[in-house]
């Protein structure tokens, strides 16, 4: 299914899309949007809800939430800082799911374009990263053994600042 277009509109300088949606992620769309004439190489990182977590077996429901007008700003960061540490970034679309997914649901979206397959692998992968380290996400796990409330961050320290 596609990102539904009402909720989720590429801004208006054209280089960023950002959402987090209570609506299904395609990653194919955020691929074709971040294709240029000037970029050669386009990552697309699809995160999807497994069955395990965190020594937990049988996960069978994830619950996102967030509030979007925490969220967004904090995309936006992302999206600057990305652009910032890989100024070669055509475009860069960074969308979160909320709500309930079921396993193999696709929860998170990034989708880097640059002129180069290295850079567009390096800001793709420093983009999931701060994503995931910064953005205010919370996941309840429905699992064999019960219900687990959790943010959804990885590296409290990912975005520390680049050497000069």
Known sequence: MRVDPGNVLPPPDGR???ACVD???DP???T???IQPS???VVTFCGTARDHADGRTGVHLLEYEAYEEQVLPALERVAVA???RHPEV???ALWHRIGALAVTDVAVVVAVSTPHRDAAFDAARWAIDELKATAPIWKREHHDGGVD???CDHRSDHGAAVAS
Request: charged residues 20%; glycine residues 12%.
């Open 16 to 18: 960023r899309w950002l």
């Open 23 to 25: 609506a299904p992620l």
């Open 28 to 30: 194919q769309v955020a």
């Open 32 to 34: 074709e949007w971040v």
């Open 39 to 41: 970029c050669g190489a």
């Open 82 to 84: 990305t652009a910032e």
């Open 90 to 92: 055509g475009r860069i």
């Open 149 to 151: 409330w959790g943010r």
